[in-house]
């Protein structure tokens, strides 16, 4: 009998290759940049979304944004004095934590950060994040954006998703064709942490409390051969 070809075992080592290709491709645009861009930035992510950081690649089309393996960046950059591939260039390195990205730009550091600063885009939450805000269903026929706007100016959330938010956790029933709570539904608690329910209840109900940013953390110049902290700078 001739093997199935469903659920195949596809072996760790065999997705090496790519992954190392990749990583060498990171380094090596890297330092490239690094060679072309008077000034480097590290910056930090809240709330990633790709959507978002393809609209500032393209508001920053003159510059370049890299997101990937923060310990291959460091390498590029260099993390010692004896292997750093500028002078100084380690310092910067030392900011490659956590959920980070580098920014490779000729513009001015002083309008970089002014502009990242005001740039924030409101989305939907996903699982994990802190809820921003207490958001409480009232008690009777459900509207469309769950009382958050006047009932005359709402419409009625269709029944055919009353099997959906029940399933969700929302304890409502159809009477007549109409979605019914019969107490008022607490979706969250303001500071709690959500989860896959909630934020899908959330968004349901068109409640955004994800705010995606990107704070820029210090820069390196290359005329200078220094690296500045951007929260020292403000202060």
């Given at each position: 009998?001739?093997?199935?070809?469903?659920?195949?075992?596809?072996?760790?080592?065999?997705?090496?290759?790519?992954?190392k290709e990749l990583s060498q491709k990171l380094f090596a645009n890297v330092q490239e940049a690094a060679d072309n861009f008077q000034h480097i930035f590290v910056f930090s992510v809240?709330?990633?979304?790709?959507?978002?950081?393809?609209?500032?690649?393209?508001?920053?089309s003159d510059s370049r944004l890299f997101f990937g393996k923060t310990k291959v960046m460091a390498?590029?950059?260099g993390t010692t004095p004896a292997d750093e591939h500028l002078p100084n260039?380690?310092?910067?390195?030392?900011?490659?934590?956590?959920?980070?990205?580098?920014?490779?730009?000729?513009?001015d550091p002083k309008e970089v950060i002014e502009y990242f600063s005001a740039y924030s885009e409101t989305d939907f939450a996903r699982a994990g994040i802190e809820a921003t805000q207490t958001i409480t269903v009232p008690a009777g026929v459900v509207h469309s954006r769950g009382g958050q706007i006047p009932a005359d100016d709402?419409?009625?959330l269709p029944h055919s998703v009353?099997?959906?938010?029940?399933?969700?956790?929302?304890?409502?029933?159809?009477?007549?064709?109409?979605?019914?709570?019969?107490?008022?539904y607490t979706i969250c608690k303001e500071g709690e942490t959500l989860n896959s329910h909630q934020t899908a209840l959330l968004k349901l109900f068109g409640v955004a409390m994800a705010d995606f940013k990107l704070?820029?953390?210090?820069?390196?110049?290359?005329?200078?051969?220094?690296v500045t902290e951007v929260d020292a700078m403000e202060e």
């Open positions: 009998m001739p093997k199935s070809k469903r659920a195949r075992v596809v072996h760790l080592s065999k997705t090496d290759k790519k992954g809240e709330n990633m979304r790709n959507s978002y950081l393809k609209q500032v690649r393209t508001e920053f390498k590029a950059l260039l380690s310092a910067l390195s030392a900011h490659l934590n956590g959920n980070v990205g580098l920014f490779f730009t000729n513009r709402d419409v009625l009353e099997v959906t938010v029940r399933k969700w956790g929302m304890p409502t029933r159809l009477e007549k064709g109409k979605v019914v709570l019969d107490a008022d704070d820029m953390k210090a820069y390196y110049t290359a005329a200078t051969e220094s």
